[in-house]
């Protein structure tokens, strides 16, 4: 075994600054379990019904973070059993198959979950403007957005682990550090985040002119043809994007301050050394 490593790998595991970045995971995570908790536990007793489409894109999203939540966790309690267990330096080397399990919620989460906002956002388009044939689908657009979704999601995270995979020199052997970036993807991971930042901006535009869109229509139910059932989709749609606006607009700006400061903190990793990079990007996913 390569002692270089061993002693970055030592390095990384004692650092009392990654080992805050740490524990600041583990808080963050573990209040968004309660929060998670929380949520499940106010829809199920309290009146706002939403659409069982909204409902299970919003599940989609849910389950992407919390498994990144708990991809995080595994890391925290590996690292601070290394830390109080380890004999020497080699022993704090990772096992590929460690790395890949903890690494790929991540990647599965930076591709699903803008996928999923871009979901809801045509989900409630079809509730706009197609009222009746939406109405007549039941949970079919849901259904349906899911799998082609997901197929999207585990096709990128396969990607990630196949080009990582070609790495022989980094990948083939215990790991210093988690991480799946490699010389065969590390440009297309940098261009997929540009490309989800597009989208996340074009995402919260779509909601704000679906706010503005639903409120004229309500406005023109007293000079136009009645309708009960559009009346009610189009205050549900009101109501809904008054929920789901500050939500994509607040992704939208954390999304594109994670992206300047991931650019950054990119640009500077020859300079700051393996260790300060890995140790600053996880503390940028906070």
Request: proline fraction near 1%.
């Amino acid at each position: 075994m390569n002692q270089t490593q061993c002693i970055a790998a030592e390095a990384s595991v004692i650092d009392k600054e990654y080992n805050i970045v740490r524990v600041l995971h583990f808080i963050f995570g573990l209040i968004f379990i309660i929060m998670l908790v929380r949520i499940v536990w106010s829809y199920r007793t309290r009146s706002l019904k939403l659409h069982k489409n909204l409902i299970l894109l919003l599940a989609n999203i849910l389950l992407l973070n919390t498994l990144l939540v708990l991809s995080y966790f595994l890391a925290v309690f590996m690292n601070f059993i290394v830390l109080y267990t380890y004999n020497n330096s080699c022993d704090c080397l990772i096992q590929i198959w460690v790395v890949y399990l903890i690494r790929i919620p991540f990647y599965l989460q930076i591709a699903g979950s803008p996928l999923f906002h871009f979901a809801i956002m045509i989900e409630r388009i079809l509730a706009t403007v197609y009222v009746k044939i939406y109405e007549n689908q039941g949970k079919k657009i849901g259904v349906i957005s899911t799998i082609i979704v997901w197929i999207f999601t585990l096709m990128f995270g396969f990607y990630v682990y196949i080009t990582s995979s070609m790495d022989v020199n980094t990948f083939s052997h215990p790991m210093v550090y988690l991480t799946l970036t490699s010389i065969y993807n590390s440009q297309l991971l940098i261009d997929i985040h540009s490309f989800f930042l597009i989208l996340v901006i074009c995402i919260a535009i779509a909601d704000y002119y679906l706010i503005n869109r639903n409120k004229k229509i309500k406005s023109n139910f007293s000079i136009t043809t009645y309708s009960l059932s559009q009346s009610y989709q189009t205050k549900q749609n009101i109501l809904v994007m008054k929920i789901i606006f500050p939500l994509d607009f607040s992704y939208t700006f954390v999304y594109a301050l994670f992206n300047i400061l991931s650019t950054f903190i990119r640009s500077k990793r020859s300079e700051y050394g393996q260790l300060v990079y890995v140790r600053t990007y996880d503390g940028i996913i906070l």
